[in-house]
């Protein structure tokens, strides 16, 4: 049964869209970004540690280099968002739904992520080490090396969406759906698969990297295996 993924909302259909005041601009002083709406606004190289985030929204908005580290984003909203070498480890994410959005070296380890949902987004080395996935989906996003090694991952599912060179060493996965994925590709942590749900076709396709975790050797019938020692063949020396 396919995953039922709302679709994405625009700004207007925020609940709290009303309340909304818009960014004056200039950097990203306080910390406390409670019902502001950020637009067209480019952020690099500042640091605001704990920063919150809270019933906000951001639209075409970049963040380069930005250390923002247990940044709290909770009821936010993003469409367009571009992030490149960006630190939020130890962030707390609930209620966030990102659109469209381009995520480049993104350090999220250790994070918590509950209720979030990407539509049609871009990944390119996410580190999410450590982190706690819960109820989290990506729906037509496209993830390029992709760190879960230590992560929980809890009721998440992959719709339409292409993994590539994914890690899962030391991972542990609950009820993970990833039977709707368009591509799915491992680097490590093949043993890590016990909890998600995958289609016949992609068992058949992680078979190999599931042999050598298990320490099955596959071979055709009919010769010996590297190693093995005939019987008899000392006699007729």
């Known amino acids: 049964m396919a995953t039922q993924v709302p679709a994405p909302r625009e700004l207007d259909e925020l609940p709290f869209a009303p309340h909304l005041r818009r960014f004056a601009g200039g950097r990203l002083r306080g910390g406390a970004f409670d019902t502001v709406h950020i637009d067209g606004v480019d952020f690099a190289d500042e640091r605001v540690e704990e920063a919150s985030f809270v019933e906000a929204a951001l639209s075409a908005a970049s963040f ?12 936010v909203w993003m469409q367009g968002v571009r992030m490149v070498g960006c630190d939020l480890a130890e962030s707390n994410w609930l209620d966030v739904e990102a659109v469209g959005g381009v995520f480049a070296g993104l ?3 250790g994070a918590g992520l509950r209720r979030v949902v990407f539509h049609g987004c871009k990944f390119d080395s996410l580190n999410l080490r450590g982190a706690k996935l819960h109820e989290v989906v990506f729906h037509d996003c496209v993830l390029r090396e992709l760190d879960l090694s230590g992560a929980a991952l809890t009721e998440c599912s992959f719709p339409g969406s292409r993994l590539e060179q994914v890690h899962l060493h030391q991972a542990r996965l609950t009820e993970v759906d990833l039977r709707e ?57």
């Open 181 to 237: 994925a368009v591509a799915l590709e491992l680097a490590d942590g093949v043993d890590s698969l016990r909890g998600a749900a995958v289609t016949p076709t992609q068992l058949l396709e992680l078979a190999p990297a599931l042999a050598v975790a298990l320490g099955v050797t596959v071979r055709e019938a009919g010769g010996p295996l590297r190693g093995a020692v005939r019987r008899g063949s000392r006699s007729r020396r």
């Open 64 to 75: 380069e280099g930005v250390r923002m580290r247990r940044a709290r984003l909770n009821d």
């Open 107 to 109: 350090e999220v380890h």
